[in-house]
């Protein structure tokens, strides 16, 4: 049996106790947790997903608030799947802080990403070669903590597939390191057979990431060229096969969470309700 939580980057409305309650009452194993920082220019706004969350855990707050995620898990049954943060790998301070909250909620993972995205405006050998130095020197802060540090297959990126985010993790020992595989990113950026992308992954598949995008055809150009945009949708209407996905974990023997994004502006006990009825529709039974 997989095990299943959601991001709470998805929950941007609810505080810690909210986010927990609910989460227990659709049936859900865990919890992945947004630590971010939001920039002050930005703390007037109303809560959104990529800006100002009710439950506002930040780098620099996260070890204080320790006590409080604990309790709040334990007294509704869930577990911390890992934690969502956005830190790069050349920011030691931050990776620093998101460590040691870490370590005193018990979490798994945090998230670190490349030294640059990608815009074709610096070369990848020059991203890539910061990225493995940045990731050296976080590494040099988590070794022995047992905090893993994950890389997201992510669009705009030098990791934008699972054979790119294995070029970068390669380097280091998957105890220290892994890769979140992200379907609904690769659909858009990056995709490659799924069952192949796992294989590749090995031990450094920790952790998974699923929702939907499906594609749509917009205007054309001046010489017919349809220009496509992509919209968020159901894990069963979106254009990535998840029966496949949930196949292959199962084949792996894989331990990690299966960690819902839903970003789409829905109720959140409709959207993840169904995606979670959905995903063990499709899990395989032993």
Request: glycine letters at 10%.
């Amino acid at each position: 049996m997989l095990k299943y939580s959601v991001t709470t980057v998805g929950l941007p409305d609810l505080d810690m106790r909210e986010q927990a309650r609910l989460l227990q009452k659709l049936g859900y194993d865990g919890i992945e947790l947004r630590v971010r920082r939001v920039p002050e220019n930005r703390r007037r706004e109303p809560p959104s997903c990529w800006g100002v969350h009710v439950n506002d855990i930040t780098p620099e707050n996260f070890l204080g608030k320790a006590p409080e995620i604990q309790s709040v898990l334990n007294e509704h049954e869930l577990s911390l799947a890992g934690i969502a943060s956005n830190a790069g790998c050349n920011d030691l301070e931050q990776v620093q802080l998101l460590l040691d909250g870490a370590l005193a909620v018990k979490a798994p993972f945090i998230r670190v990403g490349a030294a640059a995205g990608y815009d074709g405006t610096r070369p990848y050998r020059e991203i890539f070669g910061e990225t493995v130095a940045g990731y050296a020197k976080c590494l040099e802060l988590s070794k022995g903590s047992g905090v893993k540090i994950l890389l997201e297959i992510h669009g705009h990126t030098i990791h934008p597939s699972a054979s790119m985010a294995f070029r970068v993790m390669e380097q280091f020992d998957p105890a220290d390191v892994g890769v979140i595989y992200d379907p609904q990113n690769m659909v858009k950026d990056g995709f490659e057979t799924t069952r192949l992308a796992m294989d590749l992954l090995g031990p450094y598949l920790a952790h998974c990431h699923v929702g939907a995008h499906r594609p749509f055809p917009g205007e054309s150009d001046e010489n017919g060229t349809v220009n496509w945009t992509w919209e968020g949708c159901s894990m069963g209407e979106g254009l990535y096969f998840f029966p496949e996905m949930v196949r292959c974990l199962r084949d792996l023997n894989y331990q990690g969470y299966v960690s819902v994004e839903d970003f789409r502006d829905l109720p959140p006990e409709q959207k993840y309700g169904e995606a979670l009825s959905y995903l063990k529709k499709i899990e395989p039974r032993p």
